[in-house]
């Protein structure tokens, strides 16, 4: 059973920045498969942030154009962990953000990963 626990989320200033933290189980331990970093504001669609694809060899990460430059996804393999470090936070980076996982990487370029963390709230003021 693969299960996603998010956490990190918080009220940053514009400018600021946060870390949010994924702890997963259940599926780290296939040679294939993918995780990212989603978010949806109120009223709005739900959007991909960042994804990451990884196999044996290598991961290969992808941001969206509206985060490149500012956020960093990254795994720490020991600790089953996912994490998003985001820096000069905007107010439009206000939004829930929620952490996902699937054994295929297409379904998380799709935006339709299997399986999702609860979320984390990330709110930035002016």
């Known amino acids: 059973q693969v299960q996603l626990v998010d956490s990190g989320g918080g009220s940053v200033q514009a400018g600021g920045s946060l870390r949010l933290s994924c702890a997963a189980s259940?599926?780290?331990?296939?040679?294939?498969?993918?995780m990212g970093w989603f978010r949806q504001a109120p009223g709005k669609e739900r959007e991909k942030v960042a994804t990451?694809?990884?196999?044996?060899?290598?991961?290969?990460?992808y941001y969206a154009d509206s985060v490149k430059g500012r956020f960093t996804i990254s795994q720490d393999n020991a600790k089953n962990t996912l994490y998003l470090q985001m820096t000069s936070l905007k107010p439009e980076d206000t939004a829930m953000y929620y952490c996902?996982?699937?054994?295929?990487?297409?379904?998380?370029?799709?935006?339709?990963?299997?399986?999702w963390g609860q979320g984390t709230q990330v709110t930035v003021s002016s």
């Open positions: 996902a996982a699937d054994p295929l990487w297409i379904n998380c370029h799709l935006a339709r990963p299997s399986y």
């Open positions: 259940g599926l780290t331990y296939k040679k294939n498969y993918c």
């Open positions: 990451i694809d990884i196999d044996s060899f290598r991961s290969t990460s």
